[in-house]
């Protein structure tokens, strides 16, 4: 196995690439090649952002020490049963499942705490959904999520074939 990419070297290629990627946007802007919303280039960077700190492909070593934890402060122990569950480099690692892993635990955690918070205190408020959410800034979105997925495990050597059965495997296990 190559040698695995500290957080600290993976956040530095995602800053460099999305620096590279803002200033080509830019100029294509500016030579009106493309258009792009100040809204939709807020929702890129955002998720992008979100994606290269708090949900990293590196949850999965959650149960110890790990650089996207500490990131999330008195809350990183929330990501512990994530990383007991899914082994590294398995199934968290695969390109199109991975990132979906992540949201849909944090989806999970999310009601659960609210559910738990309500049982306590019904009269927590619910978090009111998102308004409908229009595709043109949906996609922006998953884009930066997912690009920032992809840098990870672009520098962790890890191609888009990582069989997504040895990762059920390794989860099962
Ligand atoms: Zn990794």
Not at 19 to 41: E, I, K, M
Not at 122 to 147: D, I, N, Q
């Amino acid at each position: 196995m190559p040698a695995v990419p500290s957080g600290r070297v993976h956040n530095l290629i995602n800053i460099g690439a999305y620096s590279v990627l803002a200033a080509g946007t830019l100029y294509a802007t500016r030579q009106h090649l493309v258009t792009v919303t100040p809204a939709q280039a807020m929702n890129f960077t955002l998720a992008f952002t979100v994606g290269t700190f708090l949900l990293s492909p590196d949850l999965d070593l959650a149960e110890g020490r790990v650089d996207s934890k500490r990131h999330w402060g008195l809350l990183g122990f929330l990501w512990v049963p994530y990383g007991m569950l899914f082994s590294h480099r398995g199934l968290s690692h695969t390109w199109i499942l991975g990132p979906l892993t992540r949201l849909a635990y944090l989806a999970f955690m999310t009601v659960l705490i609210v559910g738990l918070l309500r049982t306590v205190w019904p009269e927590f408020p619910l978090p009111r959904l998102l308004e409908p959410v229009s595709m043109k800034l949906l996609l922006p979105f998953a884009l930066g999520y997912y690009l920032s997925q992809w840098l990870h495990l672009i520098a962790d050597g890890v191609r888009p074939d990582h069989g997504v059965r040895r990762g059920y495997r390794k989860l099962r296990r």
